[in-house]
């Protein structure tokens, strides 16, 4: 049974950092695309960034762009999400995916079909 299970988030200031990790078990996604996800409260899910399977190639939203960098250890089976410099508008639900196929991002939910249960990240100003 596949299973991702995202880790990391909490209160924390603005201006502030956290690392986000997401560990997988069940299957090895060494070879497949992997991505973050938000989702607000009353707001609809969003795409945040994502990674190619070697970790060459990444893709961020406008407004994470410059703040967050995503990584990935094929080893561990674990993708991460550093968040730097955070804004109260970072706040949310972020969840980590596993793409459908290989190749170097997507940035659409029905790209992705495997999914975490999300933690929660809350920017306070």
């Known amino acids: 049974q596949v299973q991702l299970v995202e880790s990391g988030g909490r209160l924390v200031q603005a201006g502030g950092s956290l690392k986000l990790s997401c560990a997988a078990s069940?299957?090895?996604?060494?070879?497949?695309?992997m991505g973050w996800f938000r989702q607000a409260p009353g707001k609809e899910r969003e795409f945040v960034t994502a990674?190619?399977?070697?970790?060459?190639?990444?893709y961020y939203t406008d407004s994470v762009k410059g703040r967050f960098t995503i990584s990935r250890d094929n080893a561990k089976n674990t993708v991460y999400l550093q968040m730097n410099s955070l804004k109260p508008e970072d706040t949310a639900v972020y969840s980590c995916a596993v793409g459908r196929y290989s190749g170097s991002y997507y940035l659409y939910d029905y790209d992705y079909n495997y999914w975490g249960q999300g933690t929660q990240v809350t920017v306070s100003s």
């Open positions: 069940g299957r090895t996604f060494g070879s497949l695309v």
């Open positions: 990674i190619s399977a070697s970790g060459r190639t990444t």
